[in-house]
Nanobody
Framework: QVQLVESGGGLVQPGGSLRLSCAASGFTFSTYAMNWYRQAPGKERELVARITGTEASTNYADSVKGRFTISRDNAKKTVYLQMNSLKPEDTAVYYC?????????????WGQGTQVTVSS
């Protein structure tokens, strides 16, 4: 059974930092790309950052480039999102995601989300 459990959210002042973690279980973690999404109130869920499995190549939304860093520890089956220079517009619920394709069928797995609030 695939499980993704996020942690590390909270309230931070503008310019501050947070590190989110997503602990994965139930699948061969090292072989799958992992994604961080976020959803702000009244807005659609958006992809923030992605890291591939074996090569750990990364991609970022333009809005977070240079401020956020996604990384993974395959031994701990955990993916991280280091968020620096946080802005009020980064306020959202952040979700960990993994997409698995099995015999042509796509399965989307999500964590429960962790709230990040950037406010003075």
């Amino acid at each position: 059974q695939v499980q993704l459990v996020e942690s590390g959210g909270g309230l931070v002042q503008p310019g501050g930092s947070l590190r989110l973690s997503c602990a994965a279980s139930g699948f061969t973690f090292s072989t799958y790309a992992m994604n961080w999404y976020r959803q702000a109130p009244g807005k659609e869920r958006e992809l923030v950052a992605r890291i591939t499995g074996t090569e750990a190549s990364t991609n970022y939304a333009d809005s977070v480039k240079g401020r956020f860093t996604i990384s993974r520890d395959n031994a701990k089956k955990t993916v991280y999102l280091q968020m620096n220079s946080l802005k009020p517009e980064d306020t959202a619920v952040y979700y960990c995601n993994s997409v698995h394709r099995v015999v042509g069928v796509e399965y989307n797995y999500w964590g429960q989300g962790t709230q990040v609030t950037v406010s003075s």
